[in-house]
């Protein structure tokens, strides 16, 4: 119940779409999301396994991707359990995506994923 909470009500001092924009921009907060995204519920001692980063540079990824919610952490006795909060890049796509036609987009995709698939 706490989760659902985080994940769909707006926070205090909702981020701005820079921040969401600014955590998206480095790769690694990006593996940490597609992890999250894999599996959800992860502890910081999870997702640090078989990265090639500090314990510590997790860390602060981990906050900043919080500070942009894009991650939302829920705590579980001693364990702080992350959850990827897919609201922040839903509503980018809805601003910036959804004014240009779906379709055309889709087929512009499949053309670029066999052509790559060719090579």
């Given at each position: 119940?706490?989760?659902?909470?985080?994940?769909?009500?707006?926070?205090?001092?909702r981020p701005h779409v820079d921040q969401v924009f600014k955590a998206l921009a480095d790769?690694?907060?990006?593996e940490l999301l597609d992890r999250l995204h894999t599996e959800a519920g992860q502890t910081l001692g999870e997702l640090c396994a078989g990265l090639?980063?500090?314990?510590?540079?997790?860390?602060k990824h981990l906050a900043m991707l919080e500070a942009a919610n894009l991650v939302a952490s829920v705590r579980r006795g001693r364990e702080k359990l992350?959850?990827?909060?897919?609201?922040?890049?839903?509503?980018?796509y809805e601003r910036w995506i959804g004014k240009f036609?779906?379709?055309?987009?889709?087929?512009?995709?499949q053309?670029?994923?066999?052509?790559?698939e060719e090579s």
């Open positions: 119940m706490q989760l659902f909470g985080c994940l769909l009500s707006a926070p205090v001092g790769p690694s907060r990006r090639h980063m500090t314990r510590q540079a997790v860390t992350h959850y990827l909060n897919p609201v922040p890049i839903s509503e980018i036609e779906r379709h055309r987009l889709r087929a512009l995709h053309l670029k994923k066999g052509l790559e």
